[in-house]
């Protein structure tokens, strides 16, 4: 069965820092999509970004970044010049295929100190 | 990105009624949708999956009687909740998608408490 891990419940960054937030996933297959999600406070999931594993490269969406580790299953979130809006719970989510379940990591709460 | 409705945003109900809630798909047609329970500050966990037509599929430990879920059409999926008790009280999410979509989208929750 598939898994996905958040090491950091918590954390906190300086306005206009950059933060890192830590996921790792348990697979047996090659090829699946993996998510990063924001909850802010009015609890609506919003998608930050998507990584296909097929592909190599790092999605990138804005200030927003991954670092995929395929052969590690790791799939890190990078977010730039931090901003009070990013203050939120941030789940890494795993999906099988575009068929199958997602499914969510615990969550890390994000707060952006100013 | 597309839009997924639900309603009611909030409800309050007593303890041994019945309480529906729906989710909606507003511009896309939802093969696919999703209910998850939320408690504070925990994940979502994924209570069952339906498919427009076909009865859903629940995830282990959920009770079938107690959350029916019923996907009638492309853009409408109900999850009622039976004799409801304080212990069923969390935020209820959907989320939905068709076959050509590789992620789903979500409606803005349902808070559900009972008394």
């Known amino acids: 069965a598939q898994t996905v891990t958040q090491s950091q419940p918590e954390m906190s960054v300086q306005e206009a820092e950059t933060v890192t937030l830590s996921c790792t996933y348990d697979t047996s297959e090659n090829n699946y999509y993996l998510f990063w999600y924001k909850q802010p406070p009015s609890r609506q999931m919003i998608l930050v970004i998507r990584q296909e594993a097929y592909k190599q490269q790092n999605a990138t969406e804005n200030r927003f970044s991954v670092n995929f580790q395929k052969a590690a299953k790791s799939f890190s979130l990078k977010i730039s010049d931090s901003q009070l809006g990013d203050t939120a719970m941030y789940f890494c989510?795993?999906?099988?295929?575009?068929?199958?379940?997602?499914?969510f990591g615990p969550g890390t709460s994000l707060s952006v100190i100013p | 990105g597309a839009v997924v409705s639900q309603h009611p945003s909030w409800v309050i109900c007593k303890s041994g009624t019945s309480v529906k809630i729906e989710c909606r798909s507003l511009d896309f047609q939802a093969t696919t949708m999703f209910w998850y329970r939320q408690f504070p500050k925990q994940s979502l966990m994924l209570m069952a999956t339906?498919?427009?037509?076909?009865?859903?599929?629940?995830e282990q430990g959920v009770e079938k009687d107690k959350f029916l879920i019923n996907h009638a059409s492309l853009t409408l999926s109900t999850l009622t909740v039976t004799s409801a008790h304080p212990e069923d009280s969390s935020f209820y999410i959907c989320?939905?998608?068709?076959?050509?979509?590789?992620?789903?989208?979500f409606g803005p929750g349902t808070r559900l408490t009972v008394l």
């Open positions: 989510a795993f999906m099988r295929t575009s068929y199958d379940k997602v499914i």
């Open positions: 339906s498919n427009e037509g076909s009865k859903a599929t629940y």
């Open positions: 989320s939905a998608r068709d076959r050509s979509m590789s992620e789903q989208f």
